[in-house]
């Protein structure tokens, strides 16, 4: 059983910068792809980055160029750095994880969820 646990969010100015880590728990979570998702009040879930085992990532449009997804391995943590935030940032952030090697988009194929950090970007 993995259990995932979001920190680093935080109310910050646009343009401003933020580090999200998610800490897994669980011998084999290098094995696992894991993502960020978001869930801004009155939408579903976004995926915004993803990394598989293997080092592949993928990222939502909006972020590319903004947001860098990393892991590190032997922490068991994935983070999400994320720079020149705009007010549409403004999300709940949620760490997620599943067995495999895709990156799927949708919060329907992740089996392990983290509690979620809010991020509140003011403009």
């Known amino acids: 059983q993995v259990q995932l646990v979001e920190s680093g969010g935080g109310l910050v100015q646009a343009g401003d910068s933020l580090r999200l880590s998610c800490v897994a728990s669980g011998p084999t979570f290098d094995l696992y792809t894991k993502v960020w998702f978001r869930q801004a009040p009155g939408k579903e879930r976004e995926f915004v980055a993803g990394?598989?085992?293997?080092?592949?990532?993928q990222y939502l449009d909006s972020v590319k160029g903004r947001f860098t997804i990393s892991k590190d391995n032997a922490k068991n943590t994935v983070y999400l750095q994320m720079n020149s935030l705009k007010p549409e940032d403004t999300a709940v952030y949620y760490c997620?994880?599943?067995?495999?090697?895709?990156?799927?988009?949708?919060?329907?194929?992740?089996?392990?969820w983290g509690q979620g950090t809010q991020v509140t970007v003011s403009s």
């Open positions: 997620a994880a599943r067995k495999g090697l895709t990156i799927p988009d949708s919060y329907v194929f992740y089996d392990y």
């Open positions: 990394v598989t085992w293997g080092g592949s990532i």
